[in-house]
């Protein structure tokens, strides 16, 4: 087995999106080839019902497939075609915008006013761009786990883990979507496929990526005083980027780590993208544009 080496650890930045809503942006938007085929990840955990409640009112989407998770809270959507929906802590959305579809999403907190979720896009081969839209709406209790004898969770969202299969099927992309949850001070070797891109994305705890010596963390590499005292460089809000390889290692710290470990095949296609319309020429992209401006922009049936 080949380790992946960390190519990269990445924070996210603050950013404001639909009608003002404060989340995290881990990646999105400009060159996005490092993760392809995924275009953006969004953290939109928050507290304050101030900075969420104003939600994501009607926009359009074409030519990608939209993964919501929930953590806490709830989010209401509805669409074009007339479908309408609620998701709860623990559940997922997977939305195929294929062809095109206008749809909406609405936070509300729990009775703490916590909002809390994740949600990623994914590209689509030119060949799908056009496909009749579609949903997955997945309940938490739908999502199998797996518990390691070492305490080690793993709720598998989609693809194949541990001799579980997720519920989410016939995505483009063919990801692996797993949340993972590791104890204090343990490490863990987890396989990823070799073919595939892959990050890890760290909400809880903290822990290292990198190929330490159980059971003590490796230095971050900004410290570089052999005499300082040993960190772990994956915290609350962290990306890590993988290079190739079929396995990556995780070294938990003192309070445990959790993350989203996140992979799937590059499609290694030309990207023309503004805002959630996502094609692969300038030309396909301005027809888009166009029939989004003279009402033709639905093509479904």
């Given at each position: 087995m080949s380790l992946r080496p960390v190519k990269n650890i990445l924070q996210t930045r603050s950013t404001l999106e639909g009608a003002g809503v404060r989340l995290e942006r881990a990646f999105g938007f400009g060159n996005t080839k490092e993760f392809d085929p995924f275009l953006l990840f969004d953290d939109f955990r928050n507290d304050n019902p101030a900075d969420y409640l104003a939600g994501f009112p009607w926009h359009p989407h074409r030519g990608i497939e939209?993964?919501?998770?929930?953590?806490?809270?709830?989010?209401?959507?509805?669409?074009?075609?007339?479908?309408?929906?609620?998701?709860?802590?623990?559940?997922?959305?997977?939305?195929?915008?294929?062809?095109?579809?206008?749809?909406?999403?609405?936070?509300?907190?729990?009775?703490?006013?916590?909002?809390?979720?994740?949600?990623?896009?994914?590209?689509?081969?030119?060949?799908?761009?056009?496909?009749?839209?579609?949903?997955?709406?997945?309940?938490?209790?739908?999502?199998?786990?797996?518990?390691?004898?070492?305490?080690?969770?793993?709720?598998?969202?989609?693809?194949?883990?541990?001799?579980?299969?997720?519920?989410?099927?016939?995505?483009?992309?063919?990801?692996?979507?797993?949340?993972?949850?590791?104890?204090?001070?343990?490490?863990?070797?987890?396989?990823?496929?070799?073919?595939?891109?892959?990050?890890?994305?760290?909400?809880?705890?903290?822990?290292?990526?990198?190929?330490?010596?159980d059971p003590r963390p490796v230095l971050t590499e900004s410290a570089v005083d052999p005499n300082a005292p040993l960190v772990y460089d994956a915290t609350n809000h962290s990306l890590v980027l993988f290079d190739r390889g079929d396995e990556i290692v995780v070294q938990a710290g003192p309070e445990g780590i959790r993350f989203l470990l996140i992979s799937g095949k590059p499609l290694r296609e030309p990207v023309a993208w503004y805002g959630p319309i996502v094609m692969n020429t300038q030309d396909q992209l301005r027809q888009a544009l166009r029939e989004l401006h003279d009402g033709t922009f639905i093509k479904h049936t």
């Open positions: 939209t993964i919501t998770y929930v953590l806490a809270g709830t989010v209401e959507h509805g669409d074009s075609l007339g479908n309408k929906g609620r998701l709860g802590a623990g559940d997922v959305q997977w939305m195929t915008a294929g062809s095109g579809i206008l749809h909406q999403e609405m936070p509300k907190g729990d009775s703490q006013g916590r909002m809390h979720g994740f949600q990623l896009w994914a590209n689509l081969p030119a060949s799908l761009k056009m496909t009749n839209p579609r949903y997955q709406d997945i309940p938490s209790a739908a999502i199998p786990e797996v518990i390691e004898d070492d305490g080690t969770k793993a709720r598998v969202i989609c693809g194949e883990f541990w001799g579980k299969k997720g519920p989410v099927e016939g995505v483009a992309a063919d990801p692996n979507y797993i949340d993972i949850s590791v104890p204090p001070g343990r490490k863990r070797r987890i396989a990823v496929e070799i073919t595939r891109h892959a990050f890890a994305y760290v909400f809880a705890g903290s822990g290292t990526f990198r190929d330490a010596s």
